[in-house]
Structure formats: structure tokens, C-alpha cells
């Protein structure tokens, strides 16, 4: 089981974007997948179509459960399936863990511990994190074994990226030693200058391994999200697709890499 986490605390990323078209992708390859929504936004658990849970419970059918329901039985709540994967939603609510977290024993290697419990259920766990670097973001980067970093190509893009390298390498050191980013991918990339320039440095950063880029498309995406679809389900003949499905067998022959690598 692939424990994956898309990282990247700047907002507009394509963090979303990438966790759910790749997860599409997984499962359509016959993959078991589980998404997990671990941003108050809810802007995954929109994207794949489902309601975003209400109600004075509300918080409980998210990963709030997991790790500050009852403490006797801290787990993930039951998924909800959209498209073939199961989901775990979010809520505003869930944004109650950022002051609430802090206080708990181990709470922040609560999610991880809830998905140990879950381990051969699913052969991939994608996590959607937060943009920012509070409590949330860092349950789902300690979760994960694996990191995805969607880099925006253009703007402040690689700017950002020292942050999330420099955070990768505090988790490893305190609590996560095999901690890896197993693929950057340029993400939003248009024609013009800027973002080929920035897609080259960030080829030539030697962070770690690149994917194809993923093109700006600007009317495709925001569409498919309004409508709740995975891209290949809102457009399938799009070029779009094609793009995604190559950051999928990328990521899946970095995974195989890196099996390899720690088995040596
Ligand atoms: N390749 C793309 N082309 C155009 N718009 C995109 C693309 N990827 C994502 N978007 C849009 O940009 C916004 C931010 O993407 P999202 O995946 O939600 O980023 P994040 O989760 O990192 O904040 C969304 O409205 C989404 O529809
Ligand atoms: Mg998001």
C-alpha cells in the first residue's frame, strides 16, 4: 500500500487537481484508491461530486475522527465512493483540529497510525493537504511515506520550493526517516517564457525526479471541478488526458524505483 501525500503549501498548486486526476487514473488501471480530503476548503470531496458533510456531526465523517474522535476508538470514518475510489471527506470543521491538535499524545502521527490500521485495503492512499503549513498539512506529510510536489510553473513557483524541501527534511530527521518525494510535477504550464524557464530550473534544481509537465488549461479544469468530474470523465478525448496518464505511469515507475532502492 502506497501511502502518497501531494505537498505543497502554496495555494492554487494544483495539488487537488493532481491527487484526484492521478487517483482517477490509478483506479481506472484497477488500482484500489483512497482519496483523503484533509482540507477544511472541501474542495476535493466537491471535485469528485460528493456532498460535503453538514450538520453538527459534520466533522465526524472526516479524518477528524481519526484523530481526535473518541480515543478509545480513534479511526478513520467509513469512505464514500465517487468514480470507482472511496473518499473521505472534509467539512469546515475539520479546520478544528489546527488549535485542538497540539494538545494531543502523538497527535500529529495520528492520521498515519489511523492508515496503518487500513494497510492492504487499498493499494494507493492519496492525501489532499491544506495550502498553508499548520496542523493539518503536517499530519498528511507525516502520514505519507511518499510525496507528489505539484510546482505551478511561472509566479512564485519555485520560490516556494525551498520551503517545502527544507520541511521534507525536518520530518525526515524527526519522526519519518524514509520520507521521500517520489515526483515534482510542473504543473499550469503555459507557452510563454516564464513557465519554460521555470520548468528548466526546476529540471535543473535536482530536488528529485520530474514528470511531464501538466498544461494551464484554463476553461477544461475549473469546468470539470464545477461539474464534479474526474478530467477524463469530463472531457475524455482531451489532451489533458493524456498529460495526466503520463504523470501516472511516472509516478508508478519512480514507486517501483524506490521499492527497489530500499530493498537494497
Ligand atoms: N492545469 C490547469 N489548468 C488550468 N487550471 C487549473 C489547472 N490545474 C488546476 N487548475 C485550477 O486552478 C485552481 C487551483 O487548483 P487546485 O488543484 O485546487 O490547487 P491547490 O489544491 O494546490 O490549491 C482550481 O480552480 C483548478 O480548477
Ligand atoms: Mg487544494
Redesign the pocket.
Known amino acids: 500500500m502506497h501511502v502518497i501525500t501531494f505537498f505543497?503549501h502554496?495555494?492554487?498548486?494544483?495539488?487537488?487537481?493532481?491527487a484526484l486526476n492521478v487517483g482517477y487514473s490509478l483506479s481506472r488501471r484497477g488500482h484500489r484508491v483512497l482519496l483523503i480530503d484533509a482540507?477544511p476548503q472541501a474542495?476535493l470531496t466537491r471535485w469528485v461530486g460528493l456532498d460535503v458533510p453538514t450538520g453538527s456531526d459534520a466533522k465526524l465523517h472526516t479524518l477528524y475522527s481519526a484523530v481526535l474522535g473518541a480515543t478509545d476508538t480513534l479511526a478513520l470514518p467509513a469512505p464514500v465512493v465517487a468514480h470507482g475510489m472511496d473518499v473521505i471527506r472534509s467539512c469546515l470543521d475539520l479546520a478544528e483540529v489546527e488549535p485542538l491538535l497540539p494538545g494531543q499524545v502523538m497527535g500529529q502521527l495520528r492520521l498515519r497510525s489511523a492508515i496503518r490500521k487500513i494497510e492492504g485495503k487499498y493499494d494507493f492512499v492519496l492525501i489532499?493537504p491544506p495550502?498553508s503549513l499548520g496542523q493539518l498539512s503536517t499530519l498528511a506529510v507525516l502520514a505519507a511515506d511518499e510525496l507528489v510536489v505539484?510546482v505551478p510553473a511561472g509566479n512564485k513557483g519555485l520560490e516556494g520550493l525551498e520551503g517545502v524541501t527544507r520541511m521534507v527534511a525536518t520530518f525526515r530527521q524527526v519522526a519519518v526517516p524514509t520520507l521521500r518525494i517520489a515526483l515534482m510535477v510542473p504543473?499550469?504550464v503555459s507557452n510563454t517564457n516564464l513557465s519554460r524557464d521555470s520548468v528548466e530550473a526546476l529540471r535543473g534544481s535536482g530536488i528529485a525526479p520530474i514528470s511531464d509537465a501538466?498544461?494551464?488549461?484554463?476553461s477544461?479544469?475549473?469546468n470539470?471541478?464545477l461539474q464534479g468530474l474526474p478530467v477524463a470523465l469530463y472531457d475524455p478525448r482531451n489532451p489533458?488526458v493524456a498529460e495526466l496518464e503520463a504523470v501516472t505511469d511516472q509516478l508508478l515507475a519512480q514507486l517501483e524505483t524506490g521499492r527497489h532502492g530500499a530493498a537494497k
Open positions: 505543497n502554496a495555494g492554487g498548486a494544483a495539488k487537488t487537481s493532481t482540507d474542495n489532499d495550502p505539484p504543473t499550469r501538466v498544461t494551464e488549461r484554463p477544461l479544469y475549473p470539470s471541478q489533458a
